[in-house]
């Protein structure tokens, strides 16, 4: 399975949406998660969907980022809204087959996207 995403520049207070494409696997049978790593800080996890609407957010972005996805393109989407610079960071798509409690762990998912840059400016 190989991700693909896009990201981009974004003043503070504006909108992102990133986007991962699944191939060699379709996206309805994966668990998509979405996390970040800030310049100096550890890989965190951001957002995942457990199943078609059961999601899971860290709480820095709770109410402003909202994950999705799309089995016909066979992508996961990430809304930013309200952007804030502490947002700023490489961003990874990833996937595993099956849901896990260990959800918030890098070390759980097998597939991942070469990562994307979002920066927010002030």
């Known amino acids: 399975v190989q991700l693909q995403r896009w990201g981009g520049l974004v003043q503070a207070g504006g909108s992102l949406r990133l986007s991962c494409v699944a191939s060699g696997r379709t996206i309805s049978s994966l668990t998509p998660v979405w996390f970040r790593q800030a310049p100096g800080k550890e890989r965190e996890f951001v957002a995942g969907?457990?199943?078609?609407?059961?999601?899971y957010y860290t709480d820095s972005v709770k109410g402003r980022f909202t994950i999705s996805r799309d089995n016909a393109k066979n992508a996961v989407y990430l809304q930013m809204n309200s952007l804030k610079p502490e947002d700023t960071a490489v961003y990874y798509c990833?996937?595993?087959?099956?849901?896990?409690?260990?959800?918030?762990?890098?070390?759980?998912?097998?597939?991942w996207g070469q990562g994307t840059l979002v920066t927010v400016s002030s």
């Open positions: 990833a996937a595993r087959l099956y849901w896990t409690v260990a959800y918030g762990s890098r070390d759980q998912y097998p597939y």
């Open positions: 969907l457990r199943g078609p609407s059961t999601r």
